[in-house]
């Protein structure tokens, strides 16, 4: 399906609603959120970045319910001893929701030519989106010893990290990249699938053909 002047103005026209939609400041939304992402976060990638000697805990600000914000805190306690030996704040709107925001808008406002790709895209970004502020986690505690990186691997993790946090506009290109390789990835692995279905019916049309005409010959 080509892409006309009428699809593009059709697509950019849902992708601006659905980005006012996600970003309006809906009353409890920041709180849900906040909550539900420390959830998941200290139940997946959390437990996993603090090393054999640290333990990493992401819990919603202690002034959360006093003033409701996308604030949260992320605290390294020490494994021997329990104790708190460093706490960082980090803001899961700009963290998380908005680039997982941008992302959901530009799939479903260029929806792929095979719909059930979207159900892999889907899945795959707001999982790689939702993961990335653990590439932090573990750079501060690489630089507390609780992880041994490499030189050069600790280097390109800093440089990782400056790159997707520093520049500005990084909510909106991080996604919108991320868009495009898992959509020419999706729509490559279907057209493998096609392509090997369409081989494997022209095979077995070979063999029927090959086996039904010695029969055709001796009748």
């Known amino acids: 399906m080509a892409w006309t002047r009428r699809r593009l ?3 950019l026209v849902r992708f601006a609603g659905l980005i006012v939609v996600l970003l309006l400041p809906w009353p409890g939304l920041d709180t849900a959120f906040v909550k539900a992402y420390a959830f998941v976060a200290n139940r997946t990638f959390a437990g996993l970045v603090g090393g054999n000697l640290l333990q990493v805990h992401l819990f919603p600000s202690p002034d959360h319910l006093a003033f409701p914000s996308w604030n949260a805190e992320i605290t390294f306690v020490s494994k021997a001893s329990g104790t708190s030996l460093y706490t960082a704040g980090v803001d899961c709107w700009r963290a998380v929701y908005l680039p997982v925001g ?6 479903f406002a260029w929806l792929p030519r095979r719909r059930g790709l979207i159900v892999a895209i889907l899945l795959a970004g707001i999982a790689l989106l939702a993961s990335l502020p653990a590439l932090i986690l573990i750079e501060t ?3 507390m ?8 691997s600790f280097a390109m993790l800093i440089t990782a990290n400056r790159a997707l946090w520093a520049p500005p506009g990084m909510a909106f290109i991080a996604p919108a990249a991320l868009w495009l390789v898992l959509l020419a990835l999706a729509n490559r692995c279907a057209r493998q699938r096609c392509s090997g279905n369409r081989e494997g019916f022209h095979g077995l049309r070979k063999i029927r053909t090959t086996v039904t005409r010695p029969l055709n010959t001796k009748a």
Request: proline letters at 0%.
């Open 145 to 152: 010893g609780g992880v041994h990186l490499r030189t050069a």
């Open 9 to 11: 103005v059709h697509a």
């Open 141 to 143: 505690s690489a630089r």
């Open 102 to 107: 941008v992302f959901l808008a530009f799939c």
